[in-house]
C-alpha cells in the first residue's frame, strides 16, 4: 500500500512539473503577447508594427510568436474579411487589431484569451498529456495573473 501510495504522488508531481513547462514555454509567451495585442486593440492610435517591434520579446520570439498568432487566426476562423485579403502575416495581424477593436470589452478579452489558448495548443512541444480543458483552465491562470500585477 505504501509504494502505491509513493508511485501515486509521484505521478501528480510528474504532471504537475510537466504542467508547470508547459504553462513557462506555451502559455505565458502567448499571453504577455497578446496583452501587447490587446494594448493596441484598446488603443487606437497605436501602430501595430511599430508597437510590436518595440516588446519585450527577442526578434527569433516575436517572429515565433506572430507566425503562431496567424495560425492562431485561422483555426479560429473568426469574420475577418481583410484576413482573406491580407497577403502577408503582418496584415493578418493588423486585420485581427482591428475586429478586436470593434468588439466590446468583455467580448474583446474572450477573443483574446480563446486565441491564447489555440496558440498554447498550436505551438509544438511538450504537452505532457494535457487534454484541451486542462490547457483552456491554465491559460485563463495565465491571463489572471497577468491582470493581478
Not at 20 to 35: C, G, H, I, T, Y
Not at 93 to 101: G, S
Not at 115 to 127: N, S
Request: hydrophobic share 50%; glycine share 4%.
Amino acid at each position: 500500500m505504501k509504494k502505491l501510495i509513493q508511485r501515486i504522488i509521484a505521478f501528480l508531481g510528474l504532471m504537475c512539473n510537466e504542467a508547470k513547462r508547459f504553462m513557462q514555454e506555451n502559455v505565458e509567451p502567448a499571453v504577455d503577447f497578446l496583452a501587447v495585442i490587446k494594448k493596441l486593440a484598446d488603443n487606437p492610435a497605436l501602430d501595430v508594427l511599430t508597437t510590436l517591434t518595440a516588446t519585450k520579446f527577442d526578434d527569433t520570439a516575436l517572429a515565433s510568436l506572430r507566425f503562431w498568432l496567424g495560425r492562431a487566426i485561422s483555426v479560429l476562423d473568426l469574420p475577418l474579411e481583410c484576413a482573406a485579403k491580407a497577403t502577408t502575416l503582418d496584415g493578418k495581424i493588423n486585420c485581427y487589431v482591428e475586429y478586436l477593436r470593434g468588439l466590446p470589452p468583455i467580448l474583446r478579452n474572450s477573443v483574446i484569451a480563446k486565441t491564447a489558448t489555440v496558440m498554447a495548443q498550436l505551438k509544438p512541444g511538450i504537452k505532457g498529456g494535457l487534454k484541451e480543458s486542462e490547457i483552456d483552465t491554465l491559460v485563463h491562470l495565465a491571463v489572471l495573473k497577468l491582470k493581478s500585477n
